[in-house]
């Protein structure tokens, strides 16, 4: 219960921050996002380390925060059709690293490519969507848009938790998280469609049956990114990603359920709801 006692008040510490921060706007939100992936990218490499896994570790630290300022909407439309600022830094960062290693290839030049190029994928690739997500298709929607993907996950978190804490039996995923049940995934659906169902009904925004559509994919998108995570860690021999975060471990522990979650959001919106 002690663990359970920390671990919500640091989701509540973080919850009530990144609200903060969101609420703000791109002027806090960009360097808090740079702040995270240069955090997150700390505790991946440092699980490489442990492991004797190589890693482009500067390139890494400035293609980052790269992606993250070429995540801005606000930036002018890039001069080419179809194309964005941030696929434009991704594509850099991978013939920069390629020519790297031809350059100095090192003992496991494949090896360095695929971690490298995965961090920068996982992490501020992802991220990025944050900032994009905060201003489809305005500042003011925007913000509300934000708050869904938010709410669902903490609330598919709690419900998952409680419901398989008192009624799970059946192992979801049991080779990379023994913990979790497939009754707690049901339960923190149920819990993340009753919010998001809740917020949408007040804010008019959505028909019921488009709150559970979305309810089913933000939850799964939650879930995979949990076990995405469990499943690195699991691989690479590590059970926390970090020690930061009291009752969460680190930076990557508590961010990889928004990781997936937000993305998820961000093209629901333009492929399902048709936001521009």
Do not use: C
């Not at 980052?64 to 001069?79: G, R, T, Y």
């Not at 913000?143 to 008192?166: E, K, N, Q, R, W």
């Not at 709150?211 to 590590?238: F, H, N, P, W």
């Not at 508590?254 to 998820?264: C, E, G, N, T, Y």
């Amino acid at each position: 219960m002690e663990t359970l006692w920390t671990r919500l008040a640091t989701s509540l510490v973080g919850f009530a921050i990144v609200g903060i921060i969101v609420w703000i706007g791109w002027w806090a939100l960009l360097p808090a996002l740079v702040f995270l992936s240069v955090m997150g990218l700390f505790e991946y490499i440092r699980m490489l380390d442990r492991n004797d896994i190589d890693v482009r570790r500067v390139s890494l630290g400035v293609f980052a925060a790269a992606i993250i300022v070429a995540s801005l909407p606000m930036w002018p439309q890039a001069p080419w059709p179809g194309g964005s600022w941030r696929e434009a830094v991704l594509t850099v960062a991978v013939g920069y690293i390629l020519v790297m290693e031809v350059m100095r290839p090192g003992e496991r030049p494949l090896e360095r490519i695929v971690y490298s190029l995965f961090g920068l994928l996982y992490i501020p690739w992802l991220l990025g969507y944050f900032l994009l997500l905060r201003y489809t298709p305005n500042a003011e929607l925007g913000l509300l848009y934000f708050a869904l993907p938010l709410m669902a996950t903490i609330s598919a978190d709690v419900g998952g938790f409680f419901v398989g804490y008192f009624f799970g039996k059946r192992k979801l995923a049991p080779e990379v998280s023994p913990a979790k049940t497939v009754e707690g995934a049901l339960g923190g659906l149920l819990l993340s469609f009753l919010m998001v169902l809740l917020m949408t009904q007040l804010t008019h925004i959505w028909s019921p049956l488009d709150a559970l559509l979305y309810s089913i994919l933000v939850a799964s998108a939650s879930q995979l990114g949990d076990l995405s995570e469990s499943l690195m860690k699991r691989s690479l021999r590590t059970k926390d990603s970090g020690t930061s975060l009291p009752g969460h471990g680190g930076f990557l522990d508590r961010m990889d359920s928004l990781l997936f979650a937000v993305p998820v959001t961000y093209l629901f919106l333009h492929i399902s709801m048709g936001v521009a």
